[in-house]
């Protein structure tokens, strides 16, 4: 099949990659000029493990194409996927100006020839429920007439960052939103080779695909800050949460997935579709009550570290100048150098606006971690460094928070940790992950506080015992 893919973000560029892997003719477009040329270089715009292999791919054997030309892209295709941003706007509403933008120029360009045939356009981005009815009104405008010339179908994904291709390519199911019989058949023929394993194409109307979108990432984030509550309860009445998480994820009406305990949720889309999907609500004139606690649990939960290291730490007017603090870990996940919205981000503004000096590693996001202070700069007197490895970052700290569980932080070398953090007594292991076993840790002669999990007395260690 030809397909178009407008936008070369994130869903765009590993939607246009995995279709193009499947043997399609894939021409991404974009208007950044600068990152067409660096893909057309052959040159990845962003990080996702796998992506690489199919991208190098698809460019040799010229399946996989990239121009900032819409005409180009759209004249072939039979299949246009819209994979545009969906920022939230001042209210929390999702912005569908690019979406609704690129919809006109399209409508404007099949006007303008006839002779391009009947086109599927699909809704990638995640938009609120009726953009579907949107986007048809916006290139029905030109006097193109929906199921004729072209129809539009909602088609959410379901991708995590880190294991996108994976999901791309074995996803557990498809959702295909539209009326019109034949997109759905097009659409149907286009995921099959995606589907052998089985899992479901599941045709729906368009706004029930919008909305399953929405649900599913709020039910997602919903049962995260469930867990975290009750990781907060554990705290107080001394039970390990990690044992109840065991204890319930074995009832398969609950499963064992998405019970972690932490320092909160982050990334692109849970606070961003959880906030839409509560503005939404409003807007109908419902009160979705439950996404309300979500969304208050989970901001006081990437914060939830700080008093217990100003208690640890601070002076008398709970201050932390002259104090360092590592940070291990920036991502708002492992094995992605995507920052937004990371409990990391939230933590170092925390300690740097109380006058703490960060130190803060990661082994793939600090570039993105440095552009994105540059743009909304940290206020506060402390400061923040990066260091080039895990050790570096711990050496002379004061206290050391695990803010991303990185697999490379789960077995470090962590006598050498102890005996290169500051002072002389156990050295403060914050760890907002979960990471390390709180018994082992105390024996190591760490002072050690996770979430939700109890803690231990720090043994005394000498060096040598420690090492053997
Ligand atoms: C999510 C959805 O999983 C995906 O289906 C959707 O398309 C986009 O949003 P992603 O944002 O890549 O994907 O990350 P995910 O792996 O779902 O994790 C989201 C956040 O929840 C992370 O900050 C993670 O650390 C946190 N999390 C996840 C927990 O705190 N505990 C858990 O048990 C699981």
Known sequence: MNIAVVGTGYVGLVSGVCFAEMGNEVTCVDIDARKVESLRDGRLTIYEPGLEVYFDRGRRENRLRFTTDLAEALAPADVVFLALPTPPAEDGSADLQYVLGVADDI?????AHP?????????KSTVPVGTARRVTAAVGAYGLEAG???????NPEFLREGVAVD??????RVVVGTDSERAAELMTRLYEP???SGNPILVMDEASAEMTKYAANAMLATKITFMN???NLCDRVGADVDKVRRGIGTDSRIGPKFLYAGIGFGGSCFPKDVQALHR????????????????????EQRKSMVPHIVDALGDNDGRLDGKTIAVWGLAFKPHTDDVREAPAHVLIREFVGLGADVVAFDPEAVETTRAAFEREPLGGTGSLSYAETAYDAAAGADALVVATEWPEFRRPDLARVRQSM???????VFDGRNVFDPKHMAGLGFTYRSVGRPSFPAQEVSDRETAA
């Open 229 to 231: 509550e009750v990781a």
């Open 167 to 172: 999901d791309f390519m074995k996803p557990e």
């Open 115 to 123: 002779d391009w045939g009947y086109k599927v356009l699909v809704d």
């Open 280 to 299: 939404t609500a409003r807007e109908e004139g419902y009160s979705f009550e439950i996404l309300d606690a979500v969304l208050r649990v989970n901001d």
């Open 107 to 111: 409508g404007e360009l099949l006007a």
């Open 148 to 154: 004729k010339h072209f129809d539009v179908v909602s």
């Open 194 to 196: 995606f589907v052998r």
């Open 422 to 428: 500051a002072g002389d007594g156990a050295p403060l």
